[in-house]
């Protein structure tokens, strides 16, 4: 028995030095505080400028409670997943991917079925939501100097998509460690311009008049108000919180407390990006606060409501955070196909690796800008996967894997607090799918492939 537990382990073992994904892409060189930037980057996204607009269906009160309840449990949610991680690294079964730990924890079923679908496709959706953000941002910034302009969304997405196709190139998840530091002083960047030129507006003539009620029928309120719960859900989202701990987890002890500190870093940032844009957007524009702010600042008649020169640089800010944002959620897929295609034995910029990670990752962007440019409407699908993906991720399978994991008394508070977070995020899962699918019907005559919208 002993010698056959021996062999298993050296076979794991074995198995853990010849993953090409893991050695090649997760590569474990970096920090807490590089994992404080990944963290940053893959929560603090372009999404948040839609806050305001969550907060027109929510009203104050509580559109104030959800964000507070969305920094809480996520904080909360994000430091048991990690003590998880802590945990199976201190025992040897050191956990590199969010399905490796439902697998270890749950069961392989679990893993194969449900998380490691779930994880990939809330990835990959951000992908084409960021490449189509990225389009959106640099037709704007057109309009604003070419009101009558020619050019069509889907150009502009392919142009953006160009900078992800070089970015995508960058080996591993450590060599994007500089690329989100610069995205974690652009996301506090274009936060800043938000809030001045809400305040700006705000106290300008021309907006003066804001109105707060909640409009439309007790039924399409109920709808409103459960997408807007599941937009700030989905904004302090993140699906790969495994793939940054271990990325950041060096060999060198102590393991504990690393991921405490990065979250901490992160959180500073996404409390003060999150209320202020949040706050600012809606006293600036009540209930007519747009899908995203900044299209707030230029109404369909009149002057702008800003410099150009300060849309510009605000939107600036959000095309080059919008890029590493894609290039974190792009890690993921690129670790499945490296441990497809590469061979650890020969070297990473050996050309039997290079090629093919070469075409695949190439293939990958491009298959992302292609599904952006053709479902210019993907921010309502992005709504259902929202919903079905980064609620289950990150308000429901933390707490269940560390009950599973540690098995606290059920006669202690821990467990009860995360039962009801997990049960209560379940049922807002289903009702937030609900909302969004209902959605899509509504727009479903608006939709065409290629829009210019």
């Excluded at 002890?253 to 706050?279: D, N």
């Excluded at 600036?284 to 702008?304: C, H, R, W, Y």
């Excluded at 090629?355 to 992005?382: E, Q, Y």
Aim: aromatic share 12%; net charge neutral; with cysteine.
């Amino acid at each position: 028995m002993g010698s056959a537990n021996t062999e298993g382990d050296s076979n794991g073992i074995k198995d853990r030095l010849l993953d090409a994904g893991a050695l090649f892409v997760l590569e474990s060189k970096g920090t807490w505080i590089h994992a404080g930037f990944h963290l940053t980057t893959s929560i603090v996204a372009p999404a948040l400028l839609s806050l305001p607009f969550s907060f027109a269906s929510l009203g104050w009160v509580a559109g104030v409670i959800c964000l507070t309840i969305g920094a809480v449990v996520t904080f909360y949610s994000y430091n048991l997943l990690s003590l998880v991680l802590e945990h199976l690294e201190l025992q040897g079964n050191r956990q590199m991917r969010f399905r490796d730990v439902s697998y270890h924890v749950m069961g392989p079923m679990w893993a194969k079925f449900l998380v490691g679908p779930i994880q990939f496709i809330v990835c990959y959706g951000s992908v084409i939501g960021c490449t189509l953000l990225g389009g959106q941002t640099l037709k704007f910034i057109y309009i604003i100097y070419h009101p009558d302009g020619e050019m069509k969304l889907y150009e502009f997405i392919v142009c953006f998509g160009g900078l992800m196709l070089i970015l995508a190139q960058m080996p591993s998840f450590h060599s994007l460690r500089h690329i989100n530091l610069v995205s974690f002083v652009l996301c506090l960047a274009y936060s800043t311009c938000a809030v001045i030129g809400c305040i700006e507006t705000g106290y300008s003539e021309e907006d003066s008049e804001k109105d707060y009620s909640l409009v439309g029928s007790t039924k399409s309120k109920l709808f409103a108000a459960l997408n807007s719960f599941s937009i700030i859900a989905t904004t302090f989202g993140n699906g790969i919180i495994p793939e940054i701990q271990c990325f950041q987890a060096t060999l060198a002890p102590p393991v504990s407390g690393k991921m405490f500190k990065a979250l901490s870093i992160c959180y500073a940032v996404v409390v003060s990006t999150f209320s202020s844009v949040a706050i600012s957007g809606y006293w600036a524009f009540g209930n007519k606060a747009d899908g995203t702010i900044f299209n707030n600042f230029v109404p369909s008649e009149g002057p702008l409501f800003l410099p150009k020169w300060f849309l510009l640089m605000a939107n600036m800010f959000v095309l080059l955070q919008g890029s590493a944002v894609g290039m974190v959620y792009l890690q993921p897929a690129f670790e499945v196909l490296e441990r497809k295609s590469a061979d650890v034995r020969q070297g990473r910029f050996s050309l039997r690796n290079l090629i093919p990670r070469l075409i695949l990752r190439t293939l990958a962007v491009a298959i992302a800008i292609l599904l952006a440019a053709m479902l210019p409407f993907f921010g309502d699908v992005n709504a259902v996967i929202g919903a079905f993906g980064f609620l289950p991720l990150d308000f429901v399978l933390p707490m269940v894997c560390y009950n599973l994991t540690f098995r606290p008394s059920k006669r202690g508070i821990i467990f009860w607090i995360n039962a009801i977070i997990a049960v209560a995020f379940s049922i807002m899962t289903v009702l937030g799918s609900v909302a969004a699918i209902r959605q899509i019907f509504l727009d479903a005559k608006n939709y065409k492939l290629f829009a210019n919208i």
